[in-house]
Nanobody, 123 residues
Framework: QVQLVESGGGLVQAGGSLRLSCASS????????TGWFRQAPGKEREFVGA????????YYADSAKGRFTLSRDNAKITVYLHMNSLKPEDTAVYYC????????????????WGQGTQVTVSS
């Protein structure tokens, strides 16, 4: 089992920045990669980006490229999602998740999920 705890969400004005954190505990050796997803009301869960633990390689959705950056702290077993130039359409609950196999943009490819953190961007 892997436990994930997200933090860092909140209310920010358009154009602002936030940093989300995803802290892992438990059988973290099972982690191959950590992904971030978001879900807005009435919409499906959407892939934002993922980072591979072994080499730090990152992958982003088109909506995140150029604005969002993923980083990791191996000692703290924590992944960070740095979000800049936020837009009202970025408003959603953001979830982190881990996969023990390969990186995919599909939620069903991830084994463990955090509880989510709300991000609200006002116009």
């Amino acid at each position: 089992q892997v436990q994930l705890v997200e933090s860092g969400g909140g209310l920010v004005q358009a154009g602002g920045s936030l940093r989300l954190s995803c802290a892992s505990s438990g059988r973290t050796f099972m982690n191959y990669a950590t992904g971030w997803f978001r879900q807005a009301p009435g919409k499906e869960r959407e892939f934002v980006g993922a980072i591979r633990w072994s080499d730090g390689n990152t992958y982003y959705a088109d909506s995140a490229k150029g604005r969002f950056t993923l980083s990791r702290d191996n000692a703290k077993i924590t992944v960070y999602l740095h979000m800049n130039s936020l837009k009202p359409e970025d408003t959603a609950v953001y979830y982190c998740a881990t996969t023990g196999s390969w990186i995919t943009t599909l939620p069903e490819g991830y084994d463990y999920w955090g509880q989510g953190t709300q991000v609200t961007v006002s116009s």
